[in-house]
Nanobody
């Protein structure tokens, strides 16, 4: 059974940084894609970033490009989301997900973590 466990969320001032982690287990991820989505209060869940596990190809939503960096540690089977230059509008619950290929669509991903809260104060 696939398990994705996020950590690293918290409260930070605007302009600050946080690093989210997603520890994965339960199957081989060598041919998978790992992604981060987020859901703000009253809004739909939206794509943030994704990385192909094998090649390390990355993709970002326009709203976070240049501020967020996704990476993975194969030895630790962990994906990270480094978030710099945080804005109040980045406030959301952040979810880790895994699927077969890079996509912005939630339906592409077949396993999800429980989420971690990120709150940016202005």
């Amino acid at each position: 059974q696939v398990q994705l466990v996020e950590s690293g969320g918290g409260l930070v001032q605007a302009g600050g940084s946080l690093r989210l982690s997603c520890a994965a287990s339960g199957r081989s991820f060598s041919s998978s894609t790992m992604a981060w989505f987020r859901q703000a209060p009253g809004k739909e869940r939206e794509f943030v970033s994704a990385i192909s596990w094998s090649a390390g190809n990355t993709y970002y939503a326009d709203s976070v490009k240049g501020r967020f960096t996704i990476s993975r540690d194969k030895a630790k089977i962990t994906v990270y989301l480094q978030m710099d230059g945080l804005k109040a509008e980045d406030t959301a619950v952040y979810y880790c997900a895994t699927g077969g290929y890079i996509s912005t669509l939630q339906s592409t991903y077949d396993a999800w973590g429980q989420g971690t809260q990120v709150t940016v104060s202005s």
